[in-house]
């Protein structure tokens, strides 16, 4: 009997470290979330601002989104902690997409006969 009291003890026990955890997970998410929002506002506060040129408004909006997609996939998503299988699958990708780049250069001259070439190059 006394095996069954420890056994419900450990698990009450168990079930208070869960909830720790639960409450430091929605800490996370929350400030997550909070960062999500201040991003939001710099994007549209960033509408207003002026760059000196185009590819420095591109750069600026492009980081101001990588920040913001690194943290919905990161922790929204939960793939900071699979990393081992992102990686995988990031590896895959980019195999796949060198070799089709790779095909679509290396095909690029080989027209079929009597045909004439659509677009033309500008050097």
């Known amino acids: 009997m006394s095996d069954t009291s420890h056994s419900h003890a450990a698990d009450h026990g168990h079930d208070a ?20 929002l201040v991003g939001t506002i710099v994007t549209v506060l960033a509408r207003y601002w002026e760059f000196n040129s185009v590819s420095l408004t591109i750069a600026v909006a492009l980081f101001i989104a990588s920040i913001k997609s690194f943290l919905v996939a990161g922790y929204f998503m939960h793939l900071l902690s699979e990393k081992k299988t992102i990686y995988l699958m990031l590896g895959t990708t980019v195999a796949f997409f060198i070799g089709m780049i790779a095909l679509i250069m290396w095909s690029d001259s080989d027209l079929p006969r009597g045909s004439k070439p659509k677009t033309h190059y500008v050097p």
């Not at 639960?22 to 997550?32: F, R």
Request: zero cysteines.
């Open 17 to 36: 470290d869960h909830g720790h955890d639960l409450e430091s997970h929605k800490k996370l998410y929350w400030a997550v979330g909070a960062a999500l």
